[in-house]
């Protein structure tokens, strides 16, 4: 897996002409655009765009997730980056985690066909993350490993209002795990999704897809809409062979919105998914070769149910009472393991004006996620066990902050903070004080120091899982193990931001950070059980300490009405500091996770609302290279991904009000490329993302 230095700068340098040659064609495609279009403004299409937006529309878009009530972009002091749902439209992304990419300070990594790592300010991982991930309330937060499984999460996007990505922590409103930040996906009300639509397509990679929906009124309160959807995505490209990394989905919703008078609003959302994540990866078996290639399915399907009620007592005050059942039951093909979650979860706020500069909100909360795991029925336990294999976790919490306004409509400070009770570390206090200063209508400057954390998950205590031997053929194997005195990993951030809307053409953010972070985990082995089989005991310990820091620019320019640039860059440094006692190899085992973020990002967008009804969009990336996959040196397993250019594409037009044709390339400069690497120990084949192109067509009554 690993290239010469001649291929790779041959490889670098070919990438680099390519997107040169790409960026003088479409900047002489605009100027001929420019040129023909300056004088029949008129023939642009009436409909409000991202293009024609105004950047004032834009800093306005109002933002809950900071703070737990509404106020807009210019006016949260947090560096928050709302994703609108013309932003998805134009995106040309069939996935949540692809839309993310336009995110500054954000990176997305995808893994292979079905699988995806997502984190802010570094630390990204598949399994043990730092983000926050909800929708519409209901926490997507996978209770065995602390991350995300993206290939779970899934909603229509044409039926998305909008997804708020915080980076930085938010645990002062939204509790434990809003470590490196928080997103927020927000779904429309139904009254804004009236009549039907349907949309449909397919190619290369993304094989085929469907999305139905329909919503309509129930007499003169009530309104609902019902949705459909389904995908099927072919495997991406390996040296190493067969991926296995197909993915079929599909999935089905309702939500009810009723209004019975002008204070309250009572919503009822349900859904349903199914997921097939293919994969493949090495096992260990307790028989000679002790190794066997494990083609499998991860089968995954969820139900949720979620009620909310929210009653308005006057214009300064109201509160949200919000329940919400949700089943994830997971099956391994293979027999290593299923898994059933139920959670539980009561969430109350309230918000109201104290005296004529203080404006509080307050809550209380309870999850309770219901576990029950069984061990690898082909071997008895040997590759997977949970001990116990049934638990009950409990999670109460209150939170309380207080927006003042030290000089009206110009200086704010906030002062707030959660505490939370879990059973496995008890208390935590997770505190913040903000501070934002608008000294015009166009521009703010925020400064933030909070501290939040990750509580342990249900792989950190109870956990007995076995890897593959170190060398085929003999057998001895890790094996990671549960720890119960594992603590929370914590930080405590320093933030300071500013945002302007320079001109009528130009808005500018910049959000720079200082995280010091304590506890964090390395795994470290212990000594090795005999006789053979061999297990060597790898439980994860709190014994790393480190620091971030980085910088976030974005900016966004409009040179004439119906042209609009975009454009992000971050910056991230990661110095961490495993305990000197360990041995050296632990050291470098964990401190090697400094390289799997990229230490700087860029990403342009160009979105040309055209005559005649037609958009064009480019969209470009550089992704930094990334280290530390292979910190001990195992054969065969490449220890770093090369940086990398991505360019995808969109065209569309609607030759009639309710119907759209889009075209949609993605990967454009690359055959195929990597994005993220493999675990030596798991020893996946290293998947590259090829490049796609699809067809798209979308009718609406």
């Not at 997804?163 to 809003?178: C, F, H, L, M, Q």
């Not at 190493?240 to 993915?247: E, L, M, P, V």
């Not at 003042?404 to 935590?428: P, Q």
């Amino acid at each position: 897996m690993h290239q010469s230095p001649a291929l790779f700068c041959s490889r670098h340098e070919t990438r680099r002409r390519t997107w040169l040659t790409l960026a003088r064609g479409v900047g002489g495609l605009s100027a001929v655009w420019l040129a023909v279009t300056a004088g029949r403004a008129e023939e642009v299409a009436a409909t409000r765009s991202l293009a024609t937006a105004s950047l004032e529309e834009l800093m306005n878009v109002r933002v809950t997730t900071v703070s737990r009530e509404e106020s807009t972009v210019g006016q949260s002091p947090a560096a928050v980056f709302v994703i609108t749902q013309e932003m998805i439209h134009r995106s040309g992304a069939r996935e949540i985690p692809e839309v993310l990419r336009m995110v500054p300070g954000l990176d997305v990594a995808r893994i292979d066909g079905n699988k995806w790592a997502v984190s802010s300010r570094g630390f990204n991982d598949r399994y043990f993350g730092a983000m926050l991930v909800q929708i519409d309330g209901r926490t997507l937060y996978n209770l065995v490993t602390s991350g995300v499984y993206w290939d779970t999460v899934g909603y229509p996007l044409d039926d998305i209002e909008r997804i708020e990505v915080i980076r930085g922590p938010g645990a002062t409103v939204w509790g434990a795990n809003a470590v490196n930040g928080i997103i927020n996906i927000i779904t429309k009300p139904s009254k804004d999704t009236l009549g039907g639509h349907l949309s449909g397509g397919g190619g290369n990679v993304e094989r085929g897809f469907a999305d139905f929906r329909f919503g309509g009124k129930i007499g003169d309160h009530v309104t609902y809409r019902v949705y459909g959807m389904w995908g099927d995505h072919a495997r991406q490209f390996s040296l190493a062979g067969n991926t296995n990394d197909q993915w079929p989905e599909y999935r089905a919703g309702l939500r009810l919105d009723w209004q019975p008078n002008e204070h309250d609003k009572i919503t009822l959302d349900g859904g349903y998914f199914h997921s097939t994540a293919g994969r493949r990866d090495e096992r260990p078996m307790t028989a000679p070769p002790f190794v066997f290639d494990n083609v499998e399915d991860e089968v995954t399907t969820g139900s949720d149910v979620l009620v909310r009620w929210t009653h308005a007592i006057d214009k300064d005050s109201n509160w949200s009472l919000q329940l919400y059942w949700d089943r994830v039951y997971h099956v391994f093909t293979q027999d290593i393991t299923r898994w059933v979650i139920d959670t539980y979860d009561a969430d109350f706020q309230h918000q109201f004006k104290l005296w004529d500069r203080n404006k509080i909100v307050w809550g209380l909360g309870y999850r309770l996620a219901d576990t029950d795991f069984n061990q690898s029925g082909r071997d008895h336990g040997f590759i997977f066990n949970f001990r116990p294999q049934h638990r009950a976790v409990n999670v109460y919490s209150a939170f309380l902050q207080d927006e003042i306004a030290v000089i009206e409509n110009r200086l704010y400070l906030t002062l707030g903070s959660k505490v939370e009770h879990n059973d496995f570390t008890g208390f935590e206090v997770q505190p913040t004080g903000r501070l934002l200063w608008t000294p015009t209508k166009r521009q703010s400057a925020w400064l933030a120091v909070s501290r939040a954390v990750r509580t342990p998950n249900l792989g950190d205590h109870d956990v007995g899982f076995t890897l593959r031997p170190f060398t085929t053929g003999v057998p001895a194997f890790a094996h990671l193990t549960g720890n119960p005195n594992f603590s929370a990993e914590d930080v405590v951030a320093y933030e300071l931001g500013y945002r302007a809307q320079a001109t009528d053409k130009l808005s500018v953010d910049v959000a720079t950070f200082y995280n010091v972070y304590d506890n964090l985990t390395v795994t470290v082995a212990g000594p090795a059980s005999m006789p053979p089989p061999i297990l060597v005991p790898l439980p994860r310990e709190n014994r790393m300490s480190g620091e971030t820091y980085g910088v976030e620019l974005a900016a966004t320019w409009k040179p004439v009405n119906w042209w609009r640039l975009y454009g992000s860059y971050s910056l991230l440094k990661m110095n961490l500091h495993a305990d000197e006692e360990l041995t050296p190899g632990t050291q470098r085992g964990g401190e090697a996770a400094e390289g799997r973020s990229p230490q700087q990002q860029v990403y342009l967008q160009s979105s040309l609302d055209l005559p005649h009804d037609v958009q064009f969009d480019l969209m470009g990336r550089y992704v930094d290279r990334l280290r530390g996959f292979n910190a001990s040196g195992a054969p065969g397993v490449a220890n770093g991904i090369n940086a990398y250019f991505s360019l995808d594409a969109r065209l569309a037009w609607k030759p009639t009000k309710n119907v759209e044709l889009a075209i949609v390339g993605q990967n454009l400069l690359d055959e195929h490329h990597p994005e993220f690497g493999t675990n030596a120990l798991v020893r996946a084949p290293l998947a590259e993302l090829r490049r796609g192109i699809y067809g798209k067509v979308t009718v609406t009554w």
